[in-house]
């Protein structure tokens, strides 16, 4: 799909919530090394998905929107295949798996825009940027994983809690050489900046620079909206390049999130007032969905205020 055809470029799209969190602490499942690609190991945790997304799927048809289905696949890079107890050609398949799955749904909900999203994590933590990659070293990582999701028909590759420029370039190329879309979503930590100390505004611009504005746009997600609509600067080129916002239910830091184990789902009215306020003034932002902590209550209230 060229980039220009992405529909969410020109119209509202909903998403989902913290897949990993709602599976994990509302519905008991465990998931090792915090990937939900496990499920995928048995039938019934492809139940388990597939009853999840099903939620989503008629929340946007009850709202008359579209949705952005993004594959369980964040945490299913080469390095992951080990720690998860796969090889990489057992990894590859369950990737593939992913988006046999959304591909199904979407036969199924032909009334319902959708668009399949081919989702890939950062190489270690999603809070700590770890060892830094070069952007050459970023791309020839996430090749892979980026190639089996090609090559299973999707629509487009979603680079979700980037937390360092190289890395977020490395993957933009990888897409780039593929020819897909790919929409680039900076994690950041309580005062708006990525974990690295780069200003989001600095970090957009980098990478915008480095492949030639690639990115068929940017998001922020894993951080509350307290933590980020204060530099979002109205009138600012960087900011009109942010097109999605997947925001965590609580406005704790990442560093305390890290540490709990009991879930904060924050306040979702709170929450879906804060998105309408930030696409009052953002209008471009026209992808929101929900991350860590957040589950279908929250997306629903979004979705209402935004669209009511």
Known sequence: ?????LPQLDRFFLTDAGLETDILFNKGIDLPCFSSLTLFSSDEGVDVLEAYYRDFLDLARRMGTGLVLESATWRASPDWAGPLGYSVAELDA???????????????????PIVISGCLGPRGD???PGKIMS???????????AGVLAAAG???LAAITMTNVPEAVGVTNAAKALGLPVAISFTVETDGRLPTGDALGDA?????????????????????PTHFDAVL????????????VRANASCLSHAELDVMTELDIGDPADLAARHR?????????????GCCGTDLRHVTAIAEACLT
């Open 1 to 5: 799909m060229a980039i220009s055809s």
């Open 94 to 112: 369950l990737n593939g798996a992913a988006i046999e799955l959304l591909t199904g749904l979407r036969a199924e909900y032909a009334d319902v």
């Open 126 to 128: 999603g809070y700590d």
């Open 135 to 145: 952007a050459g070293e970023a791309q020839a990582y996430h090749a892979r994983q």
């Open 154 to 156: 999707v629509d487009m």
């Open 204 to 224: 957009v611009a980098a990478v915008d620079a480095a492949t030639g504005d690639y990115p068929a746009y940017y998001m922020v997600n894993c951080a509350h």
């Open 233 to 244: 600067e109205e009138g600012a080129a960087w900011t009109a390049r942010i097109g999605g």
């Open 277 to 289: 306020a930030l696409i009052d003034r953002f209008p471009q932002i026209r992808v929101v969905g």
